[in-house]
C-alpha cells in the first residue's frame, strides 16, 4: 500500500539557520512526490515535485528537496529559513504504477514549521 | 494568479441534514478532486471526477456522498444526511495535466455537524 511518513510533528529553527522537513515514502512502482505548504486559513499551495531527472529538486521560496531512493526520501530543505517560512508543510506521493483512475495523491500527517526570529 | 475557490469557509449543519459544498476549479482544468482533512488527521483522498464522470473514490466516499459538475464551472460535493464524524476540513483540488498531477487546492470549507 502506498504511504508517507513524515516523522515530526514539529520542526523549529532559528531565523537564517538552515532547515529540513523530513519525508519517507512507501509505493509499489516509482514514486512521484509533492511537497505542499498551508499558510494560516489558506489551501495547500503546491511548492515542488519529483518525478523523474535530478534528485535535487528546487522549488517555489527558496525551497528544494532531495530525492534519494535507496532511503526512500524526500526531505525539504531550506538553507536559510525566514520567519515568514512558520507554516504546515505536507509531503505527498503518487504511485507512477498506478494506471486506473486519476492520481490521488497520498499525504503525509504535516510537519508545523516554527521559525523563530 | 488563477485559484481554486471555496464556498462556504465555514458550515455548521445538524446531524441527518444535507450539505452541499462548492469549488470553482481553475478555469482550464480538467481533472477534479475532493480530499478530506478531519482535525488532526491527514489529508485524506474522498474522489476523483473527469470528464463529467468519478474516475476513483475511496472507501470514505460511500453512498451518503455525492459529486457534481452542473456547469462548467462549479464543482460540488454532496453529503445527503450528515454523521458527527463528517465534521472535517473539505478541500478541493483541480489539476490541468494528468501525468504532471499537480494539483491546485482551494482553501477549504469547514464543516461542523452538530
Known amino acids: 500500500a502506498q504511504s508517507v511518513a513524515q516523522p515530526e510533528d514539529q520542526v523549529n529553527v532559528a531565523e537564517g539557520n538552515p532547515l529540513t522537513v523530513k519525508c519517507t515514502y512507501s509505493?509499489?512502482?516509482?514514486?512521484?512526490l509533492f511537497w505542499y505548504v498551508q499558510y494560516p486559513n489558506r489551501g495547500l499551495q503546491f511548492l515542488l515535485k519529483?518525478?523523474?531527472?535530478?534528485?535535487l529538486v528546487k522549488g517555489s521560496y527558496g525551497f528544494e528537496a532531495e530525492f534519494n531512493k535507496s532511503q526512500t526520501s524526500f526531505h525539504l530543505k531550506k538553507p536559510s529559513a525566514l520567519v515568514s517560512d512558520s507554516a504546515l508543510y505536507f509531503c505527498?506521493?503518487?504511485?507512477?504504477?498506478?494506471?486506473?483512475?486519476?492520481?490521488?495523491?497520498?499525504f503525509g500527517a504535516g510537519t508545523r514549521l516554527a521559525v523563530h526570529p | 494568479e488563477p485559484e481554486v475557490t471555496q464556498t462556504p469557509s465555514h458550515q455548521v449543519t445538524q446531524m441527518g441534514q444535507e450539505v452541499i459544498l462548492r469549488c470553482v476549479p481553475i478555469s482550464n482544468h480538467l481533472y477534479f478532486y475532493w480530499y478530506r482533512q478531519i482535525l488532526g488527521q491527514k489529508v485524506e483522498f474522498l474522489v476523483s471526477f473527469y470528464n463529467n464522470e468519478i474516475s476513483e473514490k475511496s472507501e470514505i466516499f460511500d453512498d451518503q456522498f455525492s459529486v457534481e459538475r452542473p456547469d462548467g464551472s462549479n464543482f460540488t460535493l454532496k453529503i445527503r444526511s450528515t454523521k458527527l464524524e463528517d465534521s472535517a476540513m473539505y478541500f478541493c483540488?483541480?489539476?490541468?495535466?494528468?501525468?504532471?498531477?499537480?494539483?491546485?487546492f482551494g482553501a477549504g470549507t469547514r464543516l461542523s455537524v452538530l
Open positions: 519529483y518525478i523523474t531527472g535530478d534528485n
Open positions: 505527498a506521493v503518487r504511485d507512477s504504477s498506478f494506471s486506473g483512475g486519476y492520481n490521488k495523491l497520498i
Open positions: 509505493v509499489s512502482g516509482n514514486p512521484y
Open positions: 483540488a483541480s489539476s490541468f495535466d494528468r501525468s504532471k498531477n499537480i494539483q491546485y
